[in-house]
């Protein structure tokens, strides 16, 4: 089966300007994660859907951070207006369950700098 | 605050010797699960233990996960260099899902 997809791979931004990230997870998973990595740590959840619902987005940035997932399936996270420290690795996982123990499937990740 | 430190945060050994990193809380979680994450690539899951006690291997790779459900352990027997990289813990109660920083792992050859 095919593994989630995330796009772009690679964006350079300067700051105070906007950004997109695109993620579509394995088929028929209901829980959608967004994490933001920084280098070498571990990483920090910025929002859980289940389905097109959100679960808990306690650690995202609402003042220049947004994310949807339309339909339940594809998902965007949005930076609006980019800050230097959000330069990270903004990696999508799947899950079928939202509970703990299920396991996370992630993409290859999104290497932001902003600049 | 709930939280999962992970030790040592970084540990360079050579081929073939054996190490042990470690992920503790003060919290009791329902399951804990070890991934492993290469340069350029998302986190893989290793193993998931949910029973207190609970010791899984998988290859050279033992996990145990704490008689109180707090702790688990990573032991690596005869590490090659194919083991390197970045050990995460995850764990999850109360409907939360927490991380730790990770270990970093080199095997030199």
């Known amino acids: 089966e095919a593994g989630v997809a995330q796009s772009p791979r690679y964006k350079i931004i300067e700051k105070r300007q906007s950004v997109a990230f695109w993620c579509n997870p394995i088929?028929?998973?209901?829980?959608l994660y967004w994490y933001q990595q920084i280098l070498g740590q571990g990483p920090k959840l910025l929002i859980q859907?289940?389905?097109?619902?959100?679960?808990?987005d306690s650690q995202l940035p609402k003042d220049r951070f947004s994310a949807e997932r339309l339909k339940g399936v594809d998902s965007t996270l949005k930076i609006q207006p980019a800050k230097l420290e959000d330069s990270a690795v903004y990696l999508c996982?799947?899950?079928?369950?939202?509970?703990?123990?299920?396991?996370?499937?992630f993409g290859p990740g999104t290497r932001l700098t902003v600049t | 605050t709930q939280l999962l430190e992970q030790s040592p945060q970084f540990l360079s050994i050579q081929e073939g010797e054996n190490l042990t990193v470690y992920c503790n809380s003060s919290?009791?979680?329902?399951?804990l699960q070890w991934y492993r994450q290469e340069p350029g690539e998302g986190p893989v899951l290793l193993v998931t233990?949910?029973?207190g006690g609970e010791v899984k291997k998988l290859k050279r790779l033992t996990f145990q996960f704490g008689d109180a459900r707090k702790d688990s352990s990573l032991h690596i027997t005869a590490a090659q260099p194919g083991d390197t990289g970045l050990y995460l813990c995850n764990a999850g109660n109360n409907r939360k899902l927490i991380w730790g920083l990770g270990t970093s792992l080199a095997v030199n050859p």
């Open positions: 233990v949910v029973t």
């Open positions: 996982a799947s899950s079928k369950g939202r509970a703990w123990g299920y396991e996370q499937y």
């Open positions: 088929s028929g998973h209901a829980t």
């Open positions: 919290s009791v979680f329902s399951s």
């Open positions: 859907f289940q389905n097109n619902g959100v679960v808990d």
